[in-house]
Structures are given as C-alpha cells and as structure tokens.
C-alpha cells in the first residue's frame, strides 16, 4: 500500500498488540504539536491547486456567468445588502434555567419542533409555525403563521428545524429549489404574536440525517453543518447567502473566500487526497439586523459524522479512495473547528463513529470516540444501516491535534466486543459508554457463552461489563445519574430498563408497557425530568408510543400516545398516558408534509406535565399516584382564503 497506513481496529487484544509494532513503525508523524491546518493564501493558489487536482475531471473554476458578475468577485467576501425589518413589539424573554429539548451537550441547543419562551410554546408542523400561551395555568393558541410568508408557496422546502433565542425563532428547512438550506427569521413578541423579519438561503447539500441535528445554537449564534460538493465546481460550492425579497431569491453570494479553505498536511503533499466535498461549519449571529455569517471549510471526502460541543465542531471525515485504491482502506480524518474562530486543526484516524452520540468532549479537552472499522457516518439513512465491523473506544488528547499530519497509534484505541444488529446505539453516560446492537443476539455462541445485547464501557478503564436487557434495544438515554434502554421484545411489550452505573453496571428495574411500539425514534422524542429537590435519581420521563393489538403486530397509527414513567427508588412504574384524539382533522398542508422530525413531545415545563402530539396539546397533572388529563387543545389550521 505503499506506507499508507490501514488501522482496522479488530476484537482480538493480541492481535492489536502483535500488530502495534508494525503500525508504530509506519506512524512517523504521531504527535500533534499544536499546529494548525493550513489555509490557502489566495485565489490564485485555491484555483491552481484545482486546476492541478482535476487536471482529468474538469472543474469548472472560470469566472462567474455575466447575470450573476454583478453580485460579488470571485471567492470574495461580500456583505449583503440590509433587509427590512418588520416593527418590533416588546420582546419575549427568555426565563433562566428550564430546557425542554433533550440535548446532547448542555449549553448546546439543537433545531427542533417544539421551542419554550417564558411562558410560551412554540411548535414547528409541517410549514408552519404556531405559539401557545401556557400562563396562568391554562392553555391559549395565540398565533399561526406559515414559515413562508409572502411567497406563493414552499418552493418544495422542508422545514425541519427551529430555534429560539430570546425575540427571535429561526426555522430552518431544505430547498431543492434552492439548492440550499432556507433561514425563515421571525420576531416574537411578550404576548405571543409573530412577526416575520427575513429569508435567507445558505448554500448547501440536504443535510437530512435520521439522528443528527443539522443546526445548534449557543447563545445568539447559529451554528450550522453543510456538506458541499465541488463536483460543479469550487467557485459554486463555496459557502454563500441569497436573500428573499419582494418576491425573488437573488444570487448567492459568498461569504467566504480562499483563505478560510483548509487541508490537512497529507493533501498539501499530495493533491489527491484533497477530497471532492467542502465540509463547512457556518456561524450566523442572529441578533445582528442582516444575516451576518461566517464560514470555516475543510476539503476532505463524502462520508462523515459530526459532533457539536460547547468549544468546537468535530467532522469525522472518511477517505474512501482519495486515499487508496484498496476498498478495506479505512483511514479517515478528523476535524476540530474551534468555535472562537481559531484555524481548525486535524488528526488522521482509522474507521467511522455510528453517530453524533459516538463523540464526548471531556473537560480537558481531550476527546472519546466509539469507532467502528467501517460505516457511512450519520448522513441521511447510514446510521441505521451499520450492520457489521469491529467496535473500539479512540482516546485523543487535545494536544494530538494538529495540522493534520499526525496519525493515531494503536494504544489509542481499546478493542472492544462487536454486536450484532443494523441499528446500533450508543451513549455516553457519566463515566460509562454504553452500546447495543439491534438486535438480540441469542443464537449466537461465544466459547461456550451466549453472546451479550449491550455493553458497558469504563471511559477511564477497567473491565467491559457484558449485560442483556432481554429485548432489542432501540433507545440508549441518560436519566439521572443512570442509564435507560428502551426496546421491544417478542412479546409485542415495549421495554424499558433502567441500568444503575454508581458501581459496576447492573440492570435495577425493568417496565414492560404491553402492546405497544416507540412513536418516533429521535433523540428528542424523550425526556427525563428529575425531581427539583432530589439528586436526580426520582423523576419523571415520557416518550411517544404507538398503541396496538395485544401481541403488539398491529398498531393504531404514529405516536397514538405519550406514555409516563415514574422512577422513584431506582424502580420504574407506569405513571400514566395522555392519548391523542383518533381523526385529527385535515390541516389543508401545503408544505413539509411529511412529518420527517416526528410531530409527538413530552413536555415539561413549570411543574407541569404536557403532551404534544400533532396538532393537539393536552396537559396532565399527577393526582393519587398517576396523570390524568386535566385540559386539552386542538390548533389544526384552518384553510386559508384563497389556498
């Protein structure tokens, strides 16, 4: 392989140790120094590079077409004109301290349906946009809106995503139309009212994923992931905005240039390994009258896997054959992209996470990782269909980072048992990683054993604790100081088991809720809700759950139900449901009709006890031991004169 470098990381320990001396030997570069990656000086330099890497496929690098020469130079960055804003009422506030998003990363939020502002609900359902005043303990529609105000229709945009910070949501969707990500800003006022400010398009490829969050938000910045092809060309995939106005989308525009495209050392020495996909971290302060944003770019290859912390955004890039031509070849590079503007920095690292979850950033800095020798990353559908390789847990520390020259060793890496199932999960949990396969693997045989469902992982060391929750497990979650594992079983009964990870890991309590599947499988479909007085351990958690026959084959449409559990002594016991009405009306929907991100939430907020399911809201309250519903609401739209 002419000294590249193939690390598969494989289940044997003596095999990862025989093999070490090798690995090390070929590893010239293994400590990062604290460099960074390097920029390109100019245009020039960018479009010579090109020019040389695709000296057989043609890119297209001239200067733009005389309809859009106008709008900015060539890989320049260009500020874009002012939009007016609609008049601004007193403003929403934000009340400290309660989220109702189930986040990865405390402090991160992530684009969601449902939003909390004071006393204020906002929910996202398929291109609209809706508040709900829960004050005084009641329950009050106050506004609906469409996401696209002013056009005569959605352009074929999905709106997935949404964010609060203080008087502005931001609702973010994919335009095929556009090519590109549409940024629907709106103001929002103390008493519920909304008010659109602007529409902008950042260029983008869809950034569907069925786990990842494409958006985040710390504070009023707007943090965004796209993945750009340049197969059309440099001067076309480079980060840009298009403002709606009037009724027309203009040009895009970019707002970044050269000097904020990165490589890592390997493809500065060799342009192959330059990669045809520009990953692109964008950050857009939203408290600024225009869309004022920023872009770092780093051109590495298709599949990836990113993470958001608190400091930085980390994409986990495979090479594929920009590296090699040999298929097994499963080196990647990873990416950090500093969130205080610093250069990004890299390391060369082998195989692919399962997804967001697969990432931890420690308060050192340093980084953990659950790898497998093979995968797609998050993209799209690819986390559902990593069905094989090998499992490890890489360490890295902060300082290993660099200008992408040096490569992981092999003692980075703690082999780890593989699992079987095309839906893997993974989470960490305190001091423990936690990961399952998708199935039970009951058939299977290891000297002389039955092979185990799940494991735990001692982050800091120690042994790997085997466990079998008994049934498939299609939800790892944090609650409390604890973990949880949903999944169905064979005898149609949902699941849940609570994993207690104050010693060595040991299942503690166990629920079964019979006939009954999970109603969404993202993240944000559960939350957990400790009691305000306790250490975390006594709560409450709720998940959408689809309603169905008694051997659980046949069920009664999505997300019939959100069902409550209460834990209380580390036992699990059904605290209730509150159950959506059959037959919700026909909302006449005109955009984002597909239910993509799920339309069902448990919500918690205030001491009280909600239940978001399509278009209705229904509140419970825990009285003589369970919930019971105490008010309900319906916000169907009604259709619009003219539509």
Excluded at 217 to 230: E, K, M, S, V, W
């Amino acid at each position: 392989m002419n000294g590249l470098i193939q690390l598969r990381i494989p289940r044997s320990r003596a095999l990862v140790a025989a093999i070490g001396a090798a690995l090390l030997a070929s590893c010239a570069a293994s400590e990062g120094d604290g460099s960074a990656m390097r920029a390109f000086a100019s245009e020039a330099e960018l479009k010579a590079f090109l020019a040389k890497r695709n000296a057989v496929q043609r890119l297209d690098v001239a200067e733009p077409a005389a309809a859009d020469a106008a709008a900015a130079p060539v890989l320049e960055s260009v500020p874009l004109p002012s939009v007016a804003v609609a008049p601004e009422e007193p403003a929403a506030k934000a009340a400290p301290g309660e989220g109702i998003t189930n986040v990865q990363t405390a402090g991160v939020d992530e684009g969601g349906i449902v939003k909390k502002q004071g006393d204020l609900l906002i929910v996202l359902r398929r291109g609209r946009l809706f508040t709900i005043d829960a004050s005084g303990g009641g329950m009050r529609p106050i506004a609906a809106v469409d996401v696209f105000p002013g056009k005569s229709d959605a352009d074929g945009a999905w709106y997935d995503e949404m964010l609060v910070s203080d008087d502005t949501v931001v609702v973010l969707g994919y335009s095929y139309a556009r090519s590109g990500t549409e940024v629907n800003r709106f103001h929002l006022s103390a008493d519920g009212k909304l008010k659109w400010r602007d529409t902008h398009y950042l260029r983008s490829g869809d950034y569907y994923s069925s786990r990842n969050y494409a958006s985040r938000l710390i504070g009023d910045r707007l943090i965004f992931y796209a993945p750009l092809p340049t197969y059309e060309g440099i001067v076309d995939s480079l980060p840009a905005l298009a403002t709606w106005q009037k009724g027309k989308v203009g040009a895009f525009k970019p707002f970044t240039g050269a000097r904020d495209i990165y490589m890592p050392q390997p493809a500065w020495a060799d342009d192959r390994l330059a990669g045809d996909v520009l990953h692109s971290v964008m950050i857009c302060d939203l408290g600024s009258d225009d869309m004022d944003c920023d872009a770092t770019n780093v051109l590495g290859s298709w599949s990836r896997s990113f993470y958001v912390s608190q400091n930085a955004v980390y994409v986990w890039a495979g090479m594929g054959s920009e590296w090699s031509s040999d298929p097994a070849d499963n080196r990647a590079m990873l990416y950090r992209i500093p969130l205080d503007g610093g250069a990004p920095q890299a390391v060369e690292v082998a195989g692919m996470p399962l997804d967001q979850f697969s990432f931890r950033e420690e308060g050192d800095g340093s980084l953990n990782v659950l790898t497998m020798d093979e995968g797609g990353g998050d993209a799209m559908w690819q986390a559902e269909a990593n069905d094989k390789g090998d499992m490890a847990l890489l360490h890295l520390a902060a300082s290993r980072f660099g200008d992408g020259g040096a490569k992981v060793k092999p003692a980075d890496f703690r082999a780890l048992p593989g699992v079987e199932g095309w839906e893997r999960q993974n989470r960490f949990v305190g001091d423990w990683l936690l990961y399952a396969g998708g199935q039970i693997r009951r058939d299977l045989r290891k000297e002389g054993g039955e092979q185990a469902a799940l494991y735990a992982v001692p982050v800091k060391g120690g042994e790997v604790v085997p466990l079998d929750p008994g049934n498939q497990v299609g939800r790892i979650d944090i609650m409390g100081r604890d973990a949880i594992i949903v999944g169905s079983g064979g005898d149609g009964a949902l699941t849940f088991t609570t994993v207690a990870l104050d010693g060595t890991p040991k299942l503690a309590s166990r629920y079964a809720f019979p006939a009954a599947a999970e109603g969404e499988n993202r993240s944000h479909a559960f939350f957990y809700r400790p009691d305000p007085d306790g250490n975390g351990d006594d709560g409450l958690l709720g998940l959408p759950v689809m309603r169905g026959s008694d051997d659980g084959t046949k069920f009664l449409g999505s997300a019939a139900s959100i069902l409550y559990l209460r834990r209380a002594a580390r036992d699990l016991s059904l605290a209730g449901t509150l159950d959506a009405r059959p037959g919700q009306g026909d909302d006449h929907c005109l955009a984002s009709c597909v239910d993509w991100y799920g339309n069902a939430r448990p919500v918690f907020f205030g001491g009280r006890i909600f239940a978001l399911m399509g278009y209705e809201l229904v509140e419970g309250r825990w009285q003589d031991g369970k919930i019971r519903e105490t008010a309900r609401i319906d916000f169907t739209p009604r259709r619009q004169p003219g539509r």
